[in-house]
């Protein structure tokens, strides 16, 4: 990493240089981050420590991928045994069983729309976003079957500006607090309905038409608030070539901070999702 | 995205009044990097386009997980069927059984040393980093057994300066454009001796220990050439607490350009590693 010495050096140069200019050839053509990400790198360059990458903190997003988990039906636990092992064949490696809802994971178009986009062919480019984190966490712990919906939006945005296009939203309803402990987490009554938070629809489609979002996660086991039968936010999202994703942790580590979201879903073939790696870059 | 006519106007603005300035205890704190990169965001925010992540283009660097891709052994094929359907259920979820090393997919070091660190514990910091992308095409088509090995990093050092510390190193061999064609890529002779390329551990060694690179990515089946009986380049890397990633895909799209890399790999329960999605940020 930079020590002290080079950081007070490449200081003083600005301080004394000013930055160098762009041209506004390099400037429209590269986009006003990219054309400072580079002068930044050119910066650091010329200072011997192009590390840029290595100074990004890292803030996972994402719970273990294990055969314990909260699932949305019971069946959905994850199963996974030895292949081969250290001890007995040299190396180590397990086989998995699972369904591709479980964990940290993605919801894309073809989980409920038919013949929509599956997870091998979804852009990559839809993968990566500015985090929005949208805490309604008060409202949360008071009732279970809270949604984010539009005036947690409104109210987000008065204190902190239009959201902005391309942007994965996080709804932060404080249930990842809950997911070692699966019975809470699931959080269902004596008919077997569940009762966590969601988002509304209404939520949804104005993130996605008015503010065009890449994507919507959230901290519960669900798009929609456990109790509904409708699944509305899925519809709203998958019907509009968003994603989702679900079981989302630590929003609280990237509430308020400028990050940059990417997630990781493995190139599923035909999948409609899976689990991903869900990692914040702040 | 950001329109000609808003990037026309913060190109003004930085021609007009400059970039503004840094207070040293901030850049200190932050890091020359992060600092730009806040004073980026801090500009376009003035602007009304906080959209810092939008800007930032995404290269795939995976191969498409699924039932019909080289494997290092033909009984590690994954499979995967229908769990529900839209159709008959409403939505759509796959169900899928595989072993850990198919696909783009991450070594751990728990893969081949006992007791070592799995996949759900491996640092998240450790999955981000600078590219380094080693070009080993030419030797590799005259030779399928050739290894990347310190000529090659030393070739590379004197094109491009020192390798930064923090990176992730990529040999780039040409071999993914054999992806599709599953006899090629695996490239086993008459004995089922495989013949495809990978990196020396004199080379991977020296990369850890001298360079302190976080991690080394191939784009043919295994770290080691495929002929290697005594992987000695998974032991050199594994044993060193760094990652492998095999089959990665699409390096000729990064190779000379300055791009971060995520290592997308979710946090599989004890796994020696698994399947991933790997993105270049550019």
């Not at 986009?31 to 910066?43: C, P």
């Not at 309905?193 to 629809?201: F, K, T």
């Not at 065009?212 to 456990?226: A, E, N, P």
């Amino acid at each position: 990493m930079c020590s002290p010495k080079v950081m007070r050096s490449v200081q003083e140069r600005i301080e004394r240089e000013g930055l160098p200019s762009l041209s506004r050839r390099n400037f429209l053509q590269l986009g006003a981050v990219s054309a400072l990400g580079a002068l930044a790198t050119s910066i650091l360059r010329a200072n011997g420590v192009a590390r840029a990458s290595s100074n990004v903190e890292v803030i996972d997003l994402s719970h273990v991928f294990g055969t314990n988990i909260p699932t949305y039906l019971p069946d959905e636990k994850p199963k996974r045994e030895d292949y081969v092992t250290v001890e007995k064949d040299g190396f180590y490696i397990q086989r998995w069983t699972y369904t591709e809802h479980a964990g940290t994971h993605v919801d894309i178009p073809a989980h409920f729309i038919a013949k929509a986009t599956t997870a091998d062919v979804y852009p990559a480019q839809q993968l990566v976003g500015q985090a929005v984190v949208i805490d309604i966490t008060e409202k949360a712990a008071r009732e279970a079957d809270s949604t984010l919906d539009m005036g947690d939006v409104m109210a987000w945005e008065r204190a902190n500006g239009k959201i902005p296009e391309g942007a994965i939203v996080f709804m932060y309803s404080g249930w990842d607090s809950r997911w070692s402990d699966l019975l809470a987490f699931r959080n269902a009554d004596a008919n077997d309905v569940q009762h966590y938070p969601g988002v509304s629809a209404e939520a949804a489609v104005f993130l996605i038409e008015e503010r065009k979002v890449k994507g919507i996660g959230v901290d519960t086991l669900s798009l929609d608030f456990g109790a509904s039968t409708t699944f509305d936010a899925h519809y709203a999202i998958l019907g509009r070539e968003c994603f989702g994703i679900e079981n989302v942790a630590n929003l609280a580590q990237i509430k308020g901070r400028e990050a940059m979201v990417v997630v990781g879903m493995p190139r599923w073939e035909e999948g409609s999702g899976g689990p991903a790696r869900v990692l914040a870059l702040v």
